[in-house]
């Protein structure tokens, strides 16, 4: 989705109404941010929302990028939101083979999850098509690339193939280089 760099469009801050909607639909969409919220959007902060290009929406705090959208996708987390609270979103791991495409803008395949270095959640915390998922890099502690599931964990294992993440957001891309100050 940010292959290429990307320059910022309008600038404009946000109501204090639409700023609760948004805290209420990130805690409905990612239940165990619940804890965190009143650290991520202050009650008396202001949020810009920021237009990038291809109708998306970049909502930044004291020029920190906080959560994106693409038209009216779910709302999809900054890798810089997933760095600083790791714990609250569901993840996937990758193996190494896979790394370098992932952080050149590749789709992610099902391959690079279910081969030894992959790491897949267990049956009883199965993750289902359309769910927000980290990819974290197998020797690494840091998320690298945040996308949504084309394709459910229990599926992944059943065929061993097919896409399982077709484009997020990854390190390096045109939204991480995106300069906010």
């Not at 109501?15 to 409905?28: A, D, N």
């Not at 619940?34 to 008396?44: L, M, R, S």
């Not at 900054?78 to 791991?93: N, T």
Request: hydrophobic share 40%.
């Amino acid at each position: 989705m940010f292959k290429k760099d990307i320059s910022p469009g309008a600038k404009t801050k946000l109501k204090s109404s639409i700023q609760r909607g948004l805290r209420t639909k990130l805690v409905e969409q990612y239940p165990l941010l619940a804890p965190y919220i009143d650290e991520i959007i202050p009650k008396k902060s202001q949020l810009d929302l920021l237009k990038l290009p291809d109708r998306v929406s970049l909502y930044v705090l004291d020029s920190n990028p906080l959560i994106f959208q693409h038209m009216d996708d779910p709302l999809l987390p900054h890798l810089k939101l997933v760095h600083q609270f790791p714990q609250a979103f569901h993840s996937i791991g990758i193996d190494r083979g896979a790394i370098r495409f992932v952080l050149s803008g590749a789709t992610l395949m099902v391959p690079g999850l279910t081969s030894k270095g992959g790491r897949l959640p267990a049956q009883d915390n199965e993750l289902k098509v359309g769910e927000v998922v980290t990819i974290l890099a197998e020797g690494k502690e840091e998320a690298c690339m945040v996308g949504v599931l084309k394709m459910g964990t229990e599926e992944m294992k059943e065929k061993g193939k097919g896409i399982a993440v077709d484009n997020g957001h990854y390190l390096g891309d045109g939204l991480w280089k995106l300069s906010l100050s």
